[in-house]
């Protein structure tokens, strides 16, 4: 082994850092690690580390003094002040040249501040997303940088080497120039909140409609992971619902309290959204389904005097209700149909929200290359998003992917089944927000006229906010009340006249 020192450090040693520590030692590239509770170093090394080629330091300053200039330094610590607190301390420590990573889940406008503030100091900061939880952090995690363009320069050999592989090759490319790796990180996670909400919707309708039971409901989702859907979501989705509590010998589901947790990645991309008037409304279907869930008390309490109701029939009436006279494959085959369908309009929505924010930032995304980066080592890595990559290489100026038209036939081939589990839900008393969303998205988009006439005739009548005309250019408001009101509704550059 040579005596010179490594460039790469790692700062957090909790269960990303450590993993992608290995991962990086593993692809060849030396690193010291330094964690703030040195008892978890300690163990690290004596532990995990143990015969690899990561070295440990007990303070800051002696981990910057381990590493040779310009040092490449990731952080894998909780996101929000702790980012901050870290950078406060190391930054003092630090050359002009030095390039600082921050892995975490960090908001997109944080990464800019503090990208600015390094900047300053000569020190070059690049907000990276990583994706694919502890295990793609050790084999191969999906790696969203973004900042400035040299510095990935630098860090690109490592980064494809540590990055997972597939068919398209190592999943990371220059996300661009800003907080605009952290912005698609944040989208990765509230695609992943929608995905999650309608596998688990579709879960419901077996279970409530249908009757089933978890082991049975795997065994779809296990098939439905061979065909058009497959996916590490539903791969998870089927082991997950196969397995057994030791201590109760029931499916594991069955004795999980239905409350889900939120972090911040959702709550941030529906705010991004509504910012950029990009709607991602099964975005923000899951992510308020989660919220929703988190009031059980409350739902309790309401599920003893909120009538629901009552369901036609059985499994039996379900079942036809689902799949007409094809029987339990009918109803099967629609239910994929449905989760495939609202997944499309979900991504469609995902996928706009990064062309908004991309326009408005003036991040020039690739968002070909984004998917391309998403179709290995992340949670949402699916064989639909080769779909996506080919669409926009395709068209980089596609407005919407529902308008690419594969996706369009697609969408079309699969859109009735989403209308009969919407209807076999609403008929069992099953909330399905965000496949219903995922509709309303689609049948939103395809209207020529929407009712939004009837909205700016009642905003213009009681706020004077004015309305266009279909038949003439101009902006107008109509004198609503009064004897006063003119015949015609009247130009408001001539209102002042009237
Ligand atoms: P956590 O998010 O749980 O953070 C724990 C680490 O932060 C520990 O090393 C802890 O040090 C350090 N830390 C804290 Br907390 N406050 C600190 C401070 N003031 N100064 C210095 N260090 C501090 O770890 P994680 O789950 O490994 O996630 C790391 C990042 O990666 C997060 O931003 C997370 O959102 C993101 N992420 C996580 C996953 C996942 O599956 N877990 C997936 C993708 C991205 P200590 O040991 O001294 O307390």
Redesign the pocket.
């Known amino acids: 082994m040579s005596d010179a020192k490594p460039h790469v450090g790692l700062i957090?040693?909790?269960?990303?850092?450590e993993n992608l520590a290995l991962n990086i030692a593993r692809n060849g590239f030396p690193l010291v690690v330094y964690?703030?509770?040195t008892l978890?170093t300690e163990e690290y090394l004596a532990g995990p580390a143990a015969n690899t080629s990561i070295t440990g330091a007990a303070t800051l300053p002696e981990f910057v003094a381990a590493l040779e200039p310009p040092r490449q330094i990731i952080l894998?610590?909780?996101?929000g002040?702790?980012v901050d607190?870290?950078l406060t301390e190391l930054v003092p420590l630090l050359d002009p040249g030095d390039i600082v990573v921050d892995?975490?889940?960090?908001y997109f406008r944080d990464t800019e501040r503090r990208e600015a503030e390094l900047a300053r100091q000569g020190i070059r900061y690049v907000g990276m997303g990583?994706?694919g939880?502890?295990l793609g952090a050790l084999w191969g995690p999906s790696l969203m940088p973004g900042g400035p363009r040299e510095a990935y320069d630098v860090l690109e050999p490592m980064l494809m080497a540590i990055a997972a592989k597939t068919r398209y090759g190592p999943c990371v490319t220059y996300i661009g120039p800003g907080g605009s790796g952290h912005y698609v990180k944040m989208i990765h996670n509230g695609i992943e909140y929608g995905d999650m909400q309608l596998i688990a919707e579709t879960y419901d309708i077996m279970r409530t409609a249908l009757g089933m039971s978890a082991p049975e409901i795997a065994e779809v989702f296990a098939r439905w992971n061979g065909g058009k859907l497959a996916s590490y979501l539903i791969e998870v989705t089927a082991e997950v619902l196969r397995f057994v509590d030791e201590e109760t010998g029931r499916p594991i589901v069955d004795v999980i309290l239905d409350a889900a947790e939120q972090k911040g990645t959702g709550r941030w991309t529906i705010e991004s959204a509504m910012e950029l008037s990009s709607p991602v409304p099964t975005i923000d279907a899951a992510v308020t389904a989660r919220n929703l869930s988190g009031l059980r008390a409350l739902r309790v309490e309401a599920s003893e005097v909120l009538i629901g109701p009552t369901p036609p029939g059985g499994a039996d009436e379900a079942r036809a209700m689902l799949g007409g006279d094809s029987g339990a494959d009918g109803a099967f085959a629609a239910l994929e149909s449905s989760l495939y369908f609202s997944k499309v309009s979900s991504y469609a929505q995902g996928m706009s929200l990064l062309a908004a924010a991309s326009i408005t930032y003036d991040w020039k995304l690739n968002l070909s290359e984004i998917a391309r980066i998403w179709t290995g080592g992340c949670i949402i890595r699916a064989d639909f998003l080769a779909d996506i990559m080919r669409a926009y290489r395709d068209n980089p100026k596609l407005t919407n992917l529902l308008l690419d038209a594969d996706i369009a036939r697609q969408s079309d081939e699969t859109v009735g089944g989403a209308r009969r589990s919407i209807v076999a839900a609403r008929s069992w008393g099953i909330p399905v927000p965000g496949t219903s969303s995922a509709l309303d998205y689609f049948d939103t988009l395809r209207q020529i006229s929407l009712p939004a006439n009837l909205v700016q005739a009642q905003r213009d009548y009681f706020g004077a906010h004015t309305y266009l005309r279909t038949d003439r250019d101009g902006i107008f408001h109509t004198l609503w009340h009064g004897a006063e009101q003119p015949a015609e509704p009247v130009p408001v550059q001539e209102l002042a006249d009237v």
């Open positions: 957090g040693l909790a269960v990303m850092g964690n703030r509770t978890r894998m610590v909780k996101a002040v702790p607190a870290v892995g975490g889940n960090s990583v994706s939880g502890e």
